[in-house]
């Protein structure tokens, strides 16, 4: 099972919004809408952002939002703010012997 | 709220095995799976395997199947994995996870693991 494929960087100015695609196959995303997507901080462990796609837990800024367009699942992050630069990994569910596949990582930069 | 302590760092000898513990509060251990992700220094998260301690089932990814072995304590709500043959390449920080469903949270704060002569 592959990593699926993220931008290795993407960058805004702050207010601007961004979108970070994840692609995988449709063995994965294209089955599954079962993504979800975490930000992580320099030195600290990941957090969820979204799950299932579009969902967002509670705690978590309506500025980010998911969503799929067949084998690529996609976030959004919308009225970016500083404490918005982080790294981001979007992770799949895929029915395999291996359930779950990370992304390759994103790096969010805040102009 | 569920909370994942996990053990201190470590230093290790190439050839050589870790046993690393993963400890949870709060919520009902059982219940939910605990899965196991790898992040080399400077890389992307990596999974592992997972342990779903209610069913005893436990899955590991195909690259580590063979090299490591996860179990739980329910008694002791914790969790531990175990990587064996230890090469330099495996110095990285070791996460623990609840999965809820088909998502990873909370996570522990991790555990670096270091691998050198």
């Known amino acids: 099972q592959s990593a699926l494929t993220q931008p290795a960087s993407v960058s805004g100015s702050p207010g601007q919004s961004i979108t970070i695609s994840c692609t995988g196959t449709?063995?994965?995303?294209?089955?599954?809408?079962?993504v979800s997507w975490y930000q992580q901080h320099p030195g600290k462990a990941p957090k969820v952002m979204i799950y299932?796609?579009?969902q967002r837990p509670s705690g978590v800024s309506n500025r980010f939002s998911g969503s799929k367009s067949g084998n690529t699942a996609s976030l959004t992050i919308s009225g970016l703010q500083a404490e918005d630069e982080a790294d981001y990994y979007c992770?799949?569910?895929?029915?395999?012997?291996?359930?779950?596949?990370f992304g390759t990582g994103t790096k969010v930069t805040v102009l | 709220q569920i909370q994942l302590v996990q053990s201190g760092a470590e230093v290790k000898k190439p050839g050589s095995s870790v046993k690393v513990s993963c400890k949870a509060s709060?919520?009902?251990?059982?219940?939910?799976?605990i899965s196991w992700v790898r992040q080399a220094p400077g890389q992307g998260l990596e999974w592992m395997g997972g342990?779903?301690?209610?069913?005893?089932?436990?899955n590991y990814a195909q690259k580590f199947q063979g090299r490591v072995t996860i179990t739980a304590d329910e008694s002791a709500t914790t969790a531990y994995m175990e990587l064996s043959s230890l090469r330099p390449e495996d110095t990285a920080v070791f996460y623990c996870?609840?999965?809820?469903?088909?998502?990873?949270?909370?996570w522990g704060q991790g555990i670096l693991i270091t691998v050198s002569s």
């Open positions: 992770c799949s569910y895929t029915g395999d012997i291996t359930p779950f596949v």
């Open positions: 449709r063995r994965d995303i294209g089955t599954y809408n079962l």
């Open positions: 299932e796609g579009d």
């Open positions: 709060g919520g009902t251990f059982s219940n939910y799976g």
């Open positions: 342990i779903i301690p209610i069913f005893g089932t436990v």
């Open positions: 996870a609840r999965v809820y469903r088909n998502w990873f949270e909370p």
